[in-house]
């Protein structure tokens, strides 16, 4: 019992919880009220205010219904972060749709799913009823009456790749993404108004970071479209252009980056997600800022909405084969257990199960899988975990290390 008890607190100490300022609507429509002035999106060609971006959402959201669900099959574009936006503020909840995808591929998405209309930019046979992005960014009638959000309304369904199977729709709730991005805009801006890039795809649930961090905190994305061609270069032009203030991109993308001197950038962070971060990529990568970057592991499911564990890389401490990923974020847990669902001792490897306010809302249309992977666990006196399906060890310190699937 004494071991145990050590352990449970090593593992989830009392926390302060996330001090929760609404949906992702209402914190940007608060900018949009406060700055309308202020560069809120960018493209190559063009840029946009808060305001404007209010009034063109506004017109997206005056032609969609509350409680639907709407595709978004779009490619990077800031066009693309209209629509989001303004399928949120409508009161319908988005699904992030690859047009390169197959045919196949896209239909049972569109009817797994249960959509109710689809954003396209381009002509495709689609089974159910779609709308051009250039009709409705242009629209004349913006909505002048939104719905007010709740915690419980469905914000957005994101489809895992189907590597392991049939791909799942996990639906993630307006209150744990208020719940990560209000963390999130806190740890990472801390107060300032950064810039992001917006250049990973947007079915990837990393992207939702880059997406709506900056719209919640008063700053800014710049969108870096897809090349074209056998590899997608738009990294490379991130790190060229020096336009931005932090990163979040997979530790893949930085074997990617071209032979340069970033001591003089204007990136000051880093967050690597997705992938196992090994110490010896984060340490070549701190070395090549000369010491002036901070590389965040950040660690989540689909299922935990984006992140809910994180570390900050310390050339010093970490010296392992990979960076840990860290701890849970307030109002999140974080267990390593056993087969029976009980705690293992420090070192130990075992699953990991997440628990607290990011875990989603289930699998679409999938009531029994729902059940049978979001479940309670009367040893810890938790209602509703999450496994992962990660092998992971907890230190004394309280820091998780990964170990693999």
Same mark, same amino acid.
């Given at each position: 019992?004494?071991?145990? +008890? /050590?352990? %449970?607190? #090593?593992? @989830? *100490?009392?926390?302060?919880?996330? !001090?929760? &300022?609404?949906?992702?609507?209402?914190?940007?429509?608060?900018?949009?009220?406060?700055?309308?002035?202020?560069?809120?999106?960018?493209?190559?060609?063009?840029?946009?205010?808060?305001?404007?971006?209010?009034?063109?959402?506004?017109?997206?959201?005056?032609?969609?219904?509350?409680?639907?669900?709407?595709?978004?099959?779009?490619?990077?574009?800031?066009?693309?972060?209209?629509?989001?936006?303004?399928?949120?503020?409508?009161?319908?909840?988005?699904?992030?749709?690859?047009?390169?995808?197959?045919?196949?591929?896209?239909?049972?998405?569109?009817?797994?799913?249960?959509?109710?209309?689809?954003?396209?930019?381009?002509?495709?046979?689609?089974?159910?009823?779609?709308?051009?992005? +250039? /009709?409705? %960014?242009? #629209?004349? @009638? *913006?909505?002048?009456?939104?719905? !007010?959000? &709740?915690?419980?309304?469905?914000?957005?369904?994101?489809?895992?790749?189907?590597?392991?199977?049939?791909?799942?729709?996990?639906?993630?709730?307006?209150?744990?993404?208020?719940?990560?991005?209000?963390?999130?805009?806190?740890?990472?801006?801390?107060?300032?108004?950064?810039?992001?890039?917006?250049?990973?795809?947007?079915?990837?649930?990393?992207?939702?970071?880059?997406?709506?961090?900056?719209?919640?905190?008063?700053?800014?994305?710049?969108?870096?479209?897809?090349?074209?061609?056998?590899?997608?270069?738009?990294?490379?032009?991130?790190?060229?252009?020096?336009?931005?203030?932090?990163?979040?991109?997979?530790?893949?993308?930085?074997?990617?980056?071209?032979?340069?001197?970033?001591?003089?950038?204007?990136?000051?962070?880093?967050?690597?997600?997705?992938?196992?971060?090994?110490?010896?990529?984060?340490?070549?990568?701190?070395?090549?800022?000369?010491?002036?970057?901070?590389?965040?592991?950040?660690?989540?499911?689909?299922?935990?909405?984006?992140?809910?564990?994180?570390?900050?890389?310390?050339?010093?401490?970490?010296?392992?084969?990979?960076?840990?990923?860290?701890?849970?974020?307030?109002?999140?847990?974080?267990?390593?257990?056993?087969?029976?669902?009980?705690?293992?001792?420090?070192?130990?490897?075992?699953?990991?199960?997440?628990?607290?306010?990011?875990?989603?809302?289930?699998?679409?249309?999938?009531?029994?899988?729902?059940?049978?992977?979001?479940?309670?666990?009367?040893?810890?006196?938790?209602?509703?975990?999450?496994?992962?399906?990660?092998?992971?060890?907890?230190?004394?310190?309280?820091?998780?290390?990964?170990?693999?699937?």
């Amino acid at each position: 019992p004494e071991e145990r +008890a /050590v352990v %449970t607190e #090593a593992a @989830n *100490p009392p926390a302060v919880g996330v !001090d929760q &300022r609404g949906s992702v609507v209402s914190q940007f429509e608060q900018w949009a009220t406060s700055d309308r002035e202020s560069l809120a999106l960018a493209d190559p060609d063009r840029r946009w205010t808060y305001g404007e971006l209010d009034d063109v959402t506004r017109r997206i959201a005056g032609h969609l219904t509350p409680g639907s669900v709407v595709g978004v099959c779009l490619g990077r574009s800031a066009e693309a972060v209209m629509a989001m936006l303004g399928v949120l503020r409508a009161g319908a909840a988005y699904v992030a749709i690859d047009p390169t995808w197959p045919d196949q591929r896209i239909n049972f998405v569109l009817e797994d799913a249960g959509c109710a209309l689809v954003i396209l930019d381009e002509a495709r046979e689609v089974p159910v009823p779609s709308v051009d992005v +250039a /009709v409705l %960014t242009g #629209a004349e @009638n *913006p909505a002048t009456d939104l719905p !007010d959000i &709740r915690s419980g309304d469905l914000a957005y369904i994101l489809y895992t790749s189907g590597s392991t199977g049939r791909p799942k729709g996990v639906m993630i709730e307006h209150g744990s993404l208020a719940h990560y991005l209000t963390w999130a805009s806190g740890f990472y801006d801390a107060g300032d108004r950064i810039t992001f890039p917006l250049f990973t795809p947007l079915t990837f649930d990393l992207t939702v970071t880059s997406l709506f961090v900056p719209l919640v905190s008063g700053g800014s994305i710049v969108v870096y479209p897809e090349t074209g061609g056998p590899a997608d270069t738009a990294v490379q032009r991130v790190f060229a252009d020096d336009a931005v203030d932090i990163v979040k991109l997979t530790p893949s993308h930085l074997a990617l980056l071209p032979d340069m001197d970033l001591s003089t950038s204007r990136i000051r962070q880093l967050i690597l997600g997705g992938e196992d971060l090994t110490t010896a990529v984060a340490k070549r990568v701190h070395d090549r800022f000369g010491d002036r970057v901070k590389i965040h592991n950040e660690y989540g499911p689909t299922e935990a909405t984006v992140g809910c564990i994180v570390h900050t890389y310390s050339p010093d401490d970490d010296v392992s084969p990979s960076v840990p990923i860290g701890r849970p974020i307030p109002d999140m847990r974080a267990w390593v257990l056993d087969d029976a669902g009980q705690p293992v001792p420090f070192g130990v490897p075992g699953e990991l199960w997440v628990a607290g306010a990011g875990v989603a809302r289930g699998y679409v249309g999938s009531p029994a899988l729902t059940a049978e992977r979001f479940v309670a666990n009367e040893h810890l006196g938790e209602p509703r975990m999450y496994p992962t399906g990660d092998v992971a060890r907890l230190r004394p310190s309280g820091t998780i290390e990964y170990l693999g699937r």
